[in-house]
């Protein structure tokens, strides 16, 4: 009977996708509901979390009841994203990047917002990207690293299987790389794979793949990140499991 239940709870999110227009979304629904389900995950480090949607996603569609802990440098919209998480009290914001070190850097708005990003645009980016992945703006935003904030966040909220989620434009691995060893920590970790170039200096899906699974990280889903650009791909995500939790 669960089977089917099942089933039919699948079927109705597709439906209720579709009529939204996000049916490109549900693998990464289904993804991650089964991985944060299956690994107890209890706390969602949202990074770049832009007005909030990947952590309204999580709530709603992949019924995740833990804490989010959201990190958008953007003033402008995370004033959007503050007052979106104001009424869920699991729900954390900070107006910050999350990069390789402690400090302040200069972080460029782009003329869609959702691009925005501490790297600047390439300049071998396709053309469908150059006006709305350009700068309009360059704001000074706080940085830390993942490896000092972790154990205050811990102290504060007492998690102990947290996930990694990042959307920075451009920025994942020097996320990452501040993670240090703290990064074994983590439950999985969810990055953007970039195949074309939209960023100076942005890592590239094949050199992300192998820092990752030199430090203990293997794929467990891979999906579109956006209704994907025929006939070339630009960008996908992936989800990646600690092998800690998968030997045999």
Known sequence: MNRYVREAADRLLALRLALAG??????EIQA???????????????VGANRGQYATMARKDA??????????????VFAE???RAASDRHWHV??????????????????ADQFSSLKAPSSAQ???FALRNKVTQTVATPCR????????MQAQHGFSRPFLKMDTQGHDLSVCEG???????????????GVRPIYEGGTGYRAMIEWLDARAFIPSAFFANNKGHFPLLVEMDGIFVNRALVQD
Do not use: W
């Open 94 to 111: 900070f107006n910050m990047a999350l990069s390789d070190f402690d400090g302040t850097a200069d972080f460029n708005i782009m003329a």
């Open 22 to 27: 996000r049916v490109h979304q549900y693998p």
């Open 63 to 76: 019924g995740y009841r833990g804490l989010i802990l959201s990190f958008e440098p953007n003033p402008a």
């Open 145 to 152: 690293r993942l490896d000092t904030l972790l154990p205050e």
């Open 179 to 193: 993670a240090g060893a703290a990064l074994a920590q983590m439950t999985g970790v969810q990055t953007e794979l």
């Open 81 to 83: 994203l503050q007052r």
């Open 32 to 46: 991650l509901k089964r991985f944060l389900s299956g690994f107890k995950v209890d706390c969602l480090f949202d």
């Open 126 to 128: 396709d053309d469908i």
